[in-house]
């Protein structure tokens, strides 16, 4: 089955590569490199340690097409936009650029956002770093660096300042053949620097599709990157996602995981906490309903000393839908003064949701502060009874505590209006609250 | 003749098929305040969440009225907004709601069922500000989570503050005035005096006599071992405070 399952991508990456015939060598060879990878690694299954809890049966039983660009309004995009934050915004449809409902202001010196494809030929920092820093072990990374058609580049030049959000959109539109598209961000935050990205991943229509996205963020010494990776797939979208994060010496990087939507999500976050004194924090939502699967996967490894992290990783899961969560701390040795903590919650709305979680810890350093702790449950019945107590209906007791629940993610999320954006959603998704946030 | 506010007629409540009340008989009519004494374990609690509707406890005997009809079929929410209200022995911890969304929501779901408009905003700030003095609250405190790391006496003026701003016609406050200070206890009353009405009533449960200087009961009733073992005046809570239960327990026995 895995050779079968191979064949197929094989074929898509012949289709995929005829369509791009005028690529720089150094990328025809880099896919071709990425696609031996994944040929020789083969889509893991549940026999796989990482993956016990994910089934991609769905994904190995399908032939996949490149997907290719297809129109969508301005009015089709209105309701994914966020208010406040799209200034600047690249948009991408089905994995290819979207010139006309992208808006790129002029923008300070020492700043570049463009779609990869605008740069290849031209920007040699593009191509030192692409795919120098997602793992190229893992078969869906390397199965990405393959069929890429584009994707956001971001780079901020040292000591450079930039406040306004980067909303970065992909779209996923239906398709006649199930499509594979491969989104692909590059973020570069020179020395000292400040970036604000959001990566939307919404889908329209909800024809079966794969979207396998990579995102690489480094963050140089003292720079500082906050990161939110919101995803509203239709219920069609397998999502695969990998984000690697690069922290320097004494650099900030916060990156969110929202999950709102998705047939089936699985979000790997590995963040290498490179230099001394690299801050990371991590922290994830989940809303799980019918038959939803999400599965957060993270793997935070302290390399040198003095580095801190937290993750807080939540999930409400209603319904038949699944989540999963699995922390790995890692400590390696001389990374001392580390001070990491892991948070996992799950509210379990229904008797047929299922959560699974693993927290992990490998230490091999003394003086390290590390604390875990993950719980599963219920809505607390005597809250539920107070509020109850003073008028609230049950329905309405029950929403604003799963709210209350939900929120507490969204309210470490430091972009004002995407952290305003999102309340709303909650709001609205746990209908029947007042306006304003409780 | 006019009705009583609250009728409570030979109820008997069973936990997780333990009886804990054996027959609790209680009148009070609407104007009155009433005190309700007795040991730990007694059941105290358990009558005043059967009264505001804990799904938890089962009557499996009686019945309880309220302004003439048996209220045991309704939903708590119901039971609030036609105006029952309970502050809580342990006031419960919401993190992440803060007081005031919660107030207002709950202000508006009785105004509601009411046939009453609902507050603005800014109306419900205005009612925020005045209560707040009544009872006085710290305004920081209402912007936070709903109790989450109040102190104990933060909890109970906050469920004097929600009696204020939600005006009930029966207040059933449980041990409000237990762990309090002085001050703080006085403040409880005061509010409590200060709401003293001829449409209102007060059902007081509490250990301590010392709360019952400051808001003067029209009958003080013993709860023993889920029955109400002596009813009398305010002197009784006197009484009680000089001698203790025991001889209640022995004239109990004996009757
Ligand atoms: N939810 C419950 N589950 C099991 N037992 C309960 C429950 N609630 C009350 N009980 C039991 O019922 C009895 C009466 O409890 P209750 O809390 O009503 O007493 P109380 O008079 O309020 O006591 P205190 O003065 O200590 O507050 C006790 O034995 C208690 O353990
Ligand atoms: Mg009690």
């Known amino acids: 089955m895995t050779t079968r399952t191979q064949n197929r991508f094989a074929h898509t990456y012949t289709l995929l590569r005829k369509a791009l015939p005028d690529e720089p060598g150094w990328l025809s060879e880099l896919r071709d490199e990425a696609f031996e990878n994944f040929k020789a690694l083969g889509l893991p299954t549940v026999k796989h340690e990482e993956w016990r ?23 089709q995009l209105a309701k994914y936009l966020i208010e406040d934050a799209d200034e600047i915004r690249l948009v991408f449809v089905n994995g290819h650029f979207a010139d006309k409902l992208s808006k790129l202001p002029t923008i300070p010196d020492g700043l570049v956002i463009e779609p990869i494809s605008r740069v290849l030929g031209s920007d040699e920092g593009l191509q030192v770093k692409l795919g120098r820093f997602a793992e190229p072990t893992q078969p869906f990374t390397a199965l990405n660096t393959a069929l890429f058609t584009d994707g956001a580049y971001i780079r901020a030049g040292n000591s450079l300042t930039i406040q306004t959000p980067i909303h970065v959109l992909y779209v996923s539109t239906d398709s006649d053949a199930p499509a594979v598209s491969s989104p692909r961000t590059l973020v570069l935050a020179g020395e000292s620097s400040e970036l604000r990205v959001i990566e939307s991943f919404v889908g329209h229509g909800n024809s079966p599709r794969l979207v396998n996205s990579v995102t690489e963020i480094v963050a140089k010494g003292n720079a500082a990157v906050r990161h939110v990776k919101l995803l509203r797939e239709s219920d069609g979208t397998s999502h695969l996602g990998w984000t690697e994060l ?12 929202i999950n709102l939507d998705a047939g089936l999500a699985r979000n790997d976050v590995h963040a290498v906490l490179a230099a001394e004194g690299a801050n990371c924090s991590l922290n994830g939502l989940v809303l799980g309903r019918d038959r939803q699967h999400f599965d957060n ?7 040198r000393p003095h580095g801190t992290s937290s993750q807080l990783y939540r999930a409400v899961v209603d319904d038949k839908s699944r989540s999963v969560f699995a922390g790995k701390v890692i400590v390696r040795q001389g990374a001392h003064g580390t001070d990491a903590q892991q948070q996992n919650n799950n509210l379990l709305l229904s008797n047929d949701a299922k959560v699974d979680t693993k927290p992990q810890l490998e230490i091999y350093t003394d003086d390290v502060k590390c604390s875990h702790g993950a719980t599963s449950g219920q809505l ?11 008028g609230l209906d049950e329905t309405h007791a029950r929403n604003l505590l799963t709210y209350a629940f939900a929120n507490n993610v969204i309210e470490h999320i430091k972009i004002d209006p995407v952290r305003l954006a999102l309340e709303k959603l909650l709001t609205e998704r746990f209908a029947g609250l007042l306006g304003g946030s409780p | 003749m006019t009705e009583p506010l609250l009728e409570i007629k ?3 409540v069973s936990v997780e098929g333990t009886e804990i009340l054996h027959g609790v008989n ?16 007694s059941g105290k609690s358990t009558l005043t969440k059967v009264i505001a509707g804990h799904p938890d406890y089962e009557v499996t005997k009686g019945d309880v009225l309220y302004n003439g009809k048996s209220i045991l079929e309704d939903e708590p929410e119901d039971r609030a907004c036609a105006g029952i209200f309970l502050a809580f022995q342990y006031p419960v911890e919401v993190p992440g709601v803060s007081n005031m969304y919660f107030l207002r929501s709950a202000l508006n779901a009785q105004r509601k069922s009411r046939g009453e408009a609902e507050l603005s905003g800014a109306e419900f700030l205005d009612l925020v500000k005045e209560k707040a003095k009544l009872v006085d609250i710290d305004q920081g405190l209402l912007n936070r989570s709903v109790n989450e790391g109040f102190s104990g006496g933060e909890k109970k003026r906050n469920e004097i503050f929600q009696l204020a701003v939600l005006a009930p016609t029966l207040a059933i406050l449980d041990e409000t005035d237990s762990g309090l200070d002085i001050d703080a206890l006085k403040t409880v009353a005061s509010g409590v005096n200060s709401m003293r009405d001829p449409e209102r009533a007060f059902l007081l449960v509490t250990h301590y006599q010392r709360l019952l200087n400051y808001i003067e009961p029209d009958r003080v009733h013993v709860l023993l071992d889920g029955r109400i073992a002596k009813s009398g005046g305010k002197e009784l809570a006197l009484q009680l405070e000089d001698k203790g239960y025991a001889w209640i327990e022995e004239e109990a026995a004996t009757a």
């Not at chain 1, 049966?57 to 309004?73: G, H, M, N, Q, Y």
């Not at chain 1, 690069?246 to 995981?257: C, G, L, P």
């Open chain 1, 53 to 75: 809890w994910t089934n991609l049966k769905r994904i190995a039983d399908t032939d996949f097409v490149p997907a290719e660009l297809a129109e969508v309004s301005e009015a």
């Open chain 1, 246 to 257: 690069n922290v320097e010496r004494d650099a900030n990087v916060s990156s969110h995981s």
């Open chain 1, 297 to 303: 996967h993270i793997v935070v490894d302290h390399v």
């Open chain 1, 380 to 390: 607390n019945p005597e809250a539920i009874f107070f509020l109850r107590c003073r």
């Open chain 2, 10 to 12: 030979d109820l008997h």
């Open chain 2, 26 to 41: 209680l009148t009070v009519n609407a104007g009155e305040v009433h005190a309700i004494m007795g040991t730990n374990g």
